[in-house]
Structure formats: structure tokens, C-alpha cells
């Protein structure tokens, strides 16, 4: 039973009781222990010293609703407690899930003992699961200032300033831990951050034999990149993919050879990366079928021809000549805006516009929509008749395009039969784009689900994506192809990207994550 109001008292019973607890819980005599204690908490019904050690057996048995209950009594005491009991209380407080409960114990506690490391590990801890970043810095530069530094305090401190953009700072703590994973780690950060002359300093510092290293060699690519030195980065790339036979590597050297027109080579490289990715991932590279459509809801095979395509479109990385001035202006329109949604490069949507044009497609349904942008484009510009498309999650920005802008959209799960209930109701689109699941096996879902509603084309985006290798194999598996387009322009940035002010560091990122290029394929769907 707790009782509503709680007193320290000091008796030798009570003294006794805490000494026979310890011994219980050496012993791993919990259940024990507790029957103690709450036959103590009988006789002496507000023992502040009682509640604790209770609470905290009661936590350590998993009981978190009855240890958060006496934590509360105890946290209402008047008094300084003791600097233990307040972490005890944060982690039940965080356990159940309290966490403005925790907050606030945290708060009371560094109160109570300004200068507690435990508190301040804690509140450090606290400050980052809430995202306040600032408290976060200030606790764990406590730590770094009133004592030897843990193993964690350092990294984690160097992280959260890195995020802050405090560059100089986060390389200083690295240089005083000092040894080979604080150069790497400080040379990463000046990497990001674009501190390349620097870097490149850094990396001139290494003895030849040091150099040669794997992981040297990996920022020494990183840096090759960063400083638009893309053939020599490509050689480097390569050095490591030979030495460590890891797919990453390879794939960033096909993303570079591809970009400067080794496509050859580029294709090469990159199946090598597919194929020691599909060896250590098989998960994730396995084919995956979908439940059929109901028999009646889904059209009937026709009997004509696909329409033919001109050949600039089947021109591998070749800009479609020819586009209509609509289209063009339409995209400077969407690049000027400055705030546009669409994740394709501008060169990628007027491809894919062209093509939707001279085949006279009058409805469009894209798998994966984000904020819906891009059909609301291609609906705008082409004048189609009709759109939809589908969605794992209901963004705000997406939420906010379906009410203004008449969007019909699944929002959950389409891999259920929900969904193809929904999507039966739909009936036929001309054109269907897949950008949702980018594994291999998500995308072949996603194939085998919609083709069943006989379009007459489907599209893929991230064809040629180094970060979605999953996304090129069920590519270049494909029959029907009938058009492919891929960036070959290295200036070139994706509508998200080339927002007014982004960072240069920013977009360095994104292009080491994913290449230069996302690709888009279009295949024609036979009866």
C-alpha cells in the first residue's frame, strides 16, 4: 500500500530492514526482498528510504506502474534527496513512458545537485530523446569539464556539434582523444562540413604505407569527389572495391565512370555491387509476389499494340529532343518556385512529360506519391484527365495537396487486400509509375500487383540510383522495355535539392549517397 504522505525517519528497524534488502538482492532474492519491504512500509507507513529501495526493486522486476507510483510519492518530498533516488526515478519515469514526468524529476534533481555527473549523464541522455540539442551540449561539456571524460562522452559530444555545425569545436575534442579512430574521425568531419583543404592537409600528413590503408583510402575518395576531381576519385573508388570487395564502393566508382561516360565500365561495376549485394542482403533481393485482384474488377486484355516510341527516347542518357514549350516552361515554373516536392531532376521529369505526350496518355497512377506533386504536375501540364496514386504515410504536405487539389489516394499499407479492393474500384490508368518500396522484392510486388490492371505503360524511377541497387536489377531484368532516360549532366540537381540557399555540403551528401543520376524506365505492358 503507498500511503498519501511520506517522512524520513531514522529508526533501527528501519536501518535494518535496508541492510537485510542488500543482502536479499546480492542474492538475487527479489521476491523476498519486496515481502520485506512492504511489511516494513506496514509498520512504518511514510519512510521515505523504504519507498525508494521499493521502487527501485519494483522497477527492476519490471513492475513499472506500482514503481512510477511510489517514485511520485517519494518526488514529492519537501527535501533534497539523495542524487541516486532522482536517476532511479528518471529511468522509471522514462520506462512507462512519463516523459515529462522524467523531465521534470531531472529538472528538480540537477537542482538539488548541480554538480552530479550521474544527473548530468542523465539529463544529457534526456535532452537528446526530446531533441533539445543545446541542453544536450551543455550537460555533456560539464561532463567533459569536471572530470576525466567517459569512452561515451567525447563521441557523443563531437556528434551533437557536428549536427549544430560547430565543425572546429568537434574536430578539437577528436584531436585531444588523439590515436588513429579520432583522425578518422576528425577527417570525416572536415569532409562534411567541406573543410577540403584542410582534409587534404590532414591526409598529406600520413606516411605512404598509412595511405594505403582501406579506410584512409575511403575519405581519400570522399575528398576526390568533393573537390569535383571525379576521375581520380573513380580510381580510388576503385582501389577500395578491389581491396575490401564490399558493394559500396563499387557503386560509387559506376556512379563516377557513368557520370564522365564509361558506361561500360559503369554497367560493370555497378553489377558487381548487385551482385555482392543480393549475396550478403538475399532478403532483400528475393522475388515477392501479390495477392490477385478480384477477377471482376480487374479489365480485360486488349488486343492492340502498345504505342511505339521515337527513338530519342531510347537513347540511354540522352535529353528528349523536341519537348513542346509548355513543358519547358512549366518546369522553369516548378524550378523557380523554390519550394517544389519533386524528387526527380528537372531533365528526368521533361522525359517522362515527352513521353506521356506523344503517347497520348490521359491518366497517370503513381505508387509511392510522397506529397503528390509530381502527378499534380504532369496533370497540370498535360492536361490529363485523371490521377491517383498511393502512399504508405499521410504527410501534412500530402494531406494538405489531396484537399486542395481533389487528389484520390490510398494511404496505407498497399500490400493488402484492402488496397486491392480500392484499387479494383479504380479500374484502368494508362500510365503507372512505381517509386514507392525500392528493394527488389518491393518492386516486383508492386509490378506484379499493378500490371494486373493492364495499363498500358509502367514506369520505374531509381533505375539507376547507386542507393537503390535493388531498384536497377529488377530493371535491367525487364522485357518490354521501351524507354530509358538517366542524367548525364553532373550540375544537374533534383527539384528537392536545388532549393534557394542549399548548403554545398548538403548536396555533396545526397550525391555521394545516391549518385548523380536517379533514372527512369518505362516498359509496355502486352496483353
Given at each position: 500500500m503507498v500511503t498519501d504522505t511520506l517522512d524520513i525517519i531514522e529508526t533501527a528497524d528501519a536501518r535494518g530492514v535496508a541492510r537485510q534488502v542488500a543482502v536479499l538482492l546480492r542474492?538475487?532474492?527479489?521476491?523476498?526482498?519486496?515481502?520485506?519491504?512492504?511489511?516494513?512500509?506496514?509498520?512504518?507507513?511514510?519512510?521515505?528510504?523504504?519507498?525508494?529501495?521499493?521502487?527501485?526493486?519494483?522497477?527492476?522486476?519490471?513492475?513499472?506502474?506500482?514503481?512510477?507510483?511510489?517514485?511520485?510519492?517519494?518526488?514529492?518530498?519537501?527535501?533534497?534527496?539523495?542524487?541516486?533516488?532522482?536517476?532511479?526515478?528518471?529511468?522509471?519515469?522514462?520506462?512507462?513512458?512519463?516523459?515529462?514526468?522524467?523531465?521534470?524529476?531531472?529538472?528538480?534533481?540537477?537542482?538539488?545537485?548541480?554538480?552530479?555527473?550521474?544527473?548530468?549523464?542523465?539529463?544529457?541522455?534526456?535532452?537528446?530523446?526530446?531533441?533539445?540539442?543545446?541542453?544536450?551540449?551543455?550537460?555533456?561539456?560539464?561532463?567533459?569539464?569536471?572530470?576525466?571524460?567517459?569512452?561515451?562522452t567525447i563521441p557523443e559530444l563531437a556528434s551533437l556539434l557536428v549536427r549544430k555545425g560547430n565543425y572546429d569545436r568537434a574536430v578539437e575534442l577528436w584531436d585531444q582523444v588523439g590515436g588513429p579512430d579520432a583522425f578518422m574521425a576528425s577527417l570525416r568531419i572536415l569532409i562534411d562540413s567541406g573543410e577540403l583543404e584542410k582534409a587534404e592537409a590532414r591526409l598529406n600528413t600520413l606516411p605512404a604505407v598509412k595511405r594505403s590503408k582501406v579506410s584512409i583510402l575511403t575519405e581519400e575518395?570522399?575528398?576526390?569527389?568533393?573537390?569535383?576531381?571525379?576521375?581520380?576519385?573513380?580510381?580510388?573508388?576503385?582501389?577500395?572495391?578491389?581491396?575490401?570487395?564490399?558493394?559500396?564502393?563499387?557503386?560509387?566508382?559506376?556512379?563516377?565512370?557513368?557520370?564522365?561516360?564509361?558506361?561500360?565500365?559503369?554497367?560493370?561495376?555497378?553489377?558487381?555491387?548487385?551482385?555482392?549485394?543480393?549475396?550478403?542482403?538475399?532478403?532483400?533481393?528475393?522475388?515477392?509476389?501479390?495477392?490477385?485482384?478480384?477477377?471482376?474488377?480487374?479489365?480485360?486484355?486488349?488486343?492492340?499494340?502498345?504505342?511505339?516510341?521515337?527513338s530519342s527516347h531510347k537513347r540511354r542518357g540522352q535529353v528528349a529532343h523536341g519537348t513542346d514549350e509548355g513543358i519547358d516552361l512549366a518546369i522553369e515554373k516548378e524550378k523557380a518556385s523554390g519550394r517544389s516536392g519533386i524528387l526527380q531532376y528537372p531533365s528526368e521529369l521533361r522525359f517522362l512529360a515527352q513521353f506521356l505526350k506523344e503517347n497520348h496518355v490521359e491518366s497517370f497512377f503513381e505508387v509511392g506519391m510522397r506529397h503528390g506533386e509530381l502527378a499534380l504536375f504532369l496533370r497540370n501540364a498535360l492536361k490529363l484527365k485523371r490521377i491517383g496514386g498511393s502512399e504508405l504515410f499521410l504527410k501534412e504536405r500530402l494531406g494538405k495537396n489531396i484537399k486542395d487539389h481533389d487528389l484520390d489516394v490510398f494511404v496505407g499499407d498497399h500490400n493488402t487486400q484492402d488496397y486491392l479492393r480500392w484499387r479494383s474500384q479504380r479500374g484502368r490508368f494508362d500510365f503507372i509509375f512505381i517509386d514507392g518500396d525500392h528493394s527488389y522484392s518491393g518492386i516486383s510486388r508492386d509490378f506484379s500487383r499493378e500490371r494486373q490492371f493492364m495499363p498500358r505503360f509502367i514506369g520505374f524511377h531509381d533505375v539507376w540510383n547507386i542507393a537503390a541497387l535493388g531498384c536497377k536489377k529488377f530493371w535491367d531484368e525487364q522485357r518490354g522495355k521501351v524507354a530509358e532516360y538517366c542524367n548525364l549532366d553532373p550540375e544537374e540537381l533534383m527539384f528537392v535539392t536545388a532549393r534557394p540557399n542549399q548548403k554545398k555540403t548538403f548536396i555533396d551528401h545526397q550525391r555521394e549517397l545516391a549518385g548523380y543520376c536517379a533514372g527512369i524506365g518505362i516498359v509496355s505492358v502486352r496483353a
Open positions: 542474492s538475487e532474492r527479489l521476491a523476498d526482498a519486496e515481502t520485506l519491504l512492504w511489511g516494513a512500509l506496514d509498520r512504518h507507513p511514510g519512510t521515505v528510504d523504504l519507498s525508494a529501495s521499493l521502487a527501485r526493486l519494483l522497477l527492476k522486476k519490471g513492475d513499472v506502474a506500482r514503481s512510477v507510483e511510489l517514485w511520485t510519492k517519494v518526488m514529492e518530498h519537501g527535501v533534497a534527496l539523495p542524487a541516486a533516488w532522482y536517476t532511479s526515478a528518471i529511468s522509471a519515469f522514462l520506462t512507462a513512458g512519463a516523459k515529462a514526468d522524467a523531465a521534470a524529476v531531472v529538472a528538480k534533481g540537477l537542482a538539488a545537485h548541480p554538480n552530479d555527473r550521474a544527473l548530468h549523464r542523465v539529463a544529457a541522455s534526456e535532452a537528446r530523446r526530446s531533441n533539445d540539442i543545446d541542453a544536450a551540449i551543455q550537460h555533456l561539456e560539464f561532463l567533459l569539464k569536471s572530470g576525466e571524460p567517459d569512452s561515451r575518395a570522399r575528398l576526390l569527389h568533393r573537390q569535383g576531381k571525379l576521375r581520380k576519385s573513380a580510381e580510388v573508388w576503385t582501389q577500395v572495391a578491389h581491396a575490401e570487395d564490399s558493394s559500396k564502393p563499387y557503386s560509387q566508382a559506376a556512379s563516377l565512370l557513368r557520370i564522365l561516360g564509361d558506361a561500360v565500365e559503369a554497367e560493370r561495376l555497378i553489377g558487381r555491387a548487385m551482385e555482392i549485394s543480393s549475396r550478403r542482403e538475399p532478403a532483400h533481393f528475393r522475388e515477392s509476389s501479390m495477392g490477385q485482384a478480384p477477377a471482376a474488377a480487374r479489365p480485360k486484355a486488349r488486343k492492340e499494340k502498345p504505342t511505339s516510341v521515337k
